[in-house]
Every structure is written in structure tokens, then in C-alpha cells.
T-cell receptor, first 118, second 115 residues
């Protein structure tokens, strides 16, 4: 059973460029969350997708956007890259907690995509 | 708003010694509490969680944590550590009201087990 997979694992961009990161959730999971982990920091919540809609959003600017596809996979897009966007971007999948399906906070994380902005 | 404070950024400990990693939180609403572990070059893995009931919760790999509401703490403990426990440990909280999949993480504690 494949866990959460993310691509690419590493990438380098320059300021002002745009980037797309991809995530395939664990089999059977329907909810995808994205987190940004800067060096030496804990992960920070960006947003969460369920049923192809953004359900919750953290304190990130509109330059950060996402999408969820019918097969539950997801993309994270960042426009107009800044040096401060350099970080490890983590995707986490889970079951929706409504209707007694998923357990609160039980997230399965991928290994992340490390973005370096020069 | 919620915040999580992990008081120790690094904790070195000798193999087979006990360890405690400290976590304090603040929140204006009731929260769920979690500990995640991140091994080198891997994603985060859920270690244990407190949702309700007994304040002492047991997790994987022999770890346990105790929820103390009066002190707003959720310290992680292990009576005897192994080399394989070397990793980054993150304490996290989630508001009970929002479906609890929006986690607020602390800055992490790097546990290094010394042979």
C-alpha cells in the first residue's frame, strides 16, 4: 500500500518564478493538507482540500493556491516566488473527520518537496 | 489562537537513559494534542495523541505522554531510549471545533541518543 507520495523531491527556482508541487494521498484517503516547513521550524499549515474544494486556510497570501483532483491527488502552486518561500513543503493525507470516518489529527505525511528560491 | 512551545530545541541523552521532551500550549478553546516524529529524510509520523479520557496516553515505540490541563502541558516521555530514537519531535495541537485536521506545530526538539 503506497503511502503519500510527493514530487518533485527537490527543485530550485529564481525569484518571481512560479512553482507547482504535486501530491498523491495514501490509498483510501480523501483529504489533503499542505504544510510549509522552514529550516529549523515546525510545519505551518497552508490549506486543506476535501471534495475538490479548499476547506481551511492558514495565514498564507493568495500567491499560494491549490487544487484537488477527482482522484484526491492535489497540487500546490506558488506564484511570484520570494526568497522566503524556500522551505520543505509537506503534503499530508487523511480521512475526513466528519461522519466518524477519520480520527482527529491522524495525518500521514509525505517526505516533502524541498524548494530553494535563489 | 493557538500556540505551542517546545522548551528545548535540542536534547542529548545517553542510550538506555530516560528522556522527557517538554511541550506547553496555549489556546482559547479546547484542543486535541499530538506528538509527531520526523526521522532524517522522512516525513512526519504520528507518535501518539490525546483526544479525551485518560490523561496518560501511550504511543508507538514505547513513548507516552501526559496531558496536564492545569499546566497546559503535554510532555513526552520514554523510560529507556535507543539509538533509533534519534529524530526531531514535534508537539502539535488542533482545535476541537474545526475537525481537528488543521494542526499547529511547535518548533521541534531534536533528540540525539548517544551510544
Amino acid at each position: 500500500d503506497a503511502g503519500v507520495t510527493q514530487s518533485p523531491t527537490h527543485l530550485i527556482k529564481t525569484r518571481g518564478q512560479q512553482v507547482t508541487l504535486r501530491c498523491s494521498p495514501k490509498s483510501g484517503h480523501d483529504t489533503v493538507s499542505w504544510y510549509q516547513q522552514a529550516l529549523g521550524q515546525g510545519p505551518q499549515f497552508i490549506f486543506q482540500y476535501y471534495e475538490e474544494e479548499e476547506r481551511q486556510r492558514g495565514n498564507f497570501p493568495d500567491r499560494f493556491s491549490g487544487h484537488q483532483f477527482p482522484n484526491y491527488s492535489s497540487e500546490l502552486n506558488v506564484n511570484a516566488l520570494l526568497l522566503g518561500d524556500s522551505a520543505l513543503y509537506l503534503c499530508a493525507s487523511s480521512l475526513a473527520t466528519g461522519r466518524g470516518r477519520g480520527l482527529p489529527g491522524e495525518l500521514f505525511f509525505g517526505e516533502g518537496s524541498r524548494l530553494t528560491v535563489l | 489562537a493557538q500556540s505551542v512551545t517546545q522548551l528545548d530545541s535540542q536534547v542529548p541523552v545517553f542510550e538506555e537513559a530516560p528522556v522527557e521532551l517538554r511541550c506547553n500550549y496555549s489556546s482559547s478553546v479546547s484542543v486535541y494534542l499530538f506528538w509527531y516524529v520526523q526521522y532524517p529524510n522522512q516525513g512526519l509520523q504520528l507518535l501518539l495523541k490525546y483526544l479525551s479520557g485518560s490523561t496518560l496516553v501511550k504511543g508507538i515505540n514505547g513513548f507516552e505522554a501526559e496531558f496536564n490541563k492545569s499546566q497546559t502541558s503535554f510532555h513526552l516521555r520514554k523510560p529507556s531510549v535507543h539509538i533509533s530514537d534519534t529524530a526531531e519531535y514535534f508537539c502539535a495541537v488542533a482545535r476541537r471545533q474545526t475537525g481537528a485536521n488543521n494542526l499547529f506545530f511547535g518548533t521541534g526538539t531534536r533528540l540525539t541518543v548517544i551510544p
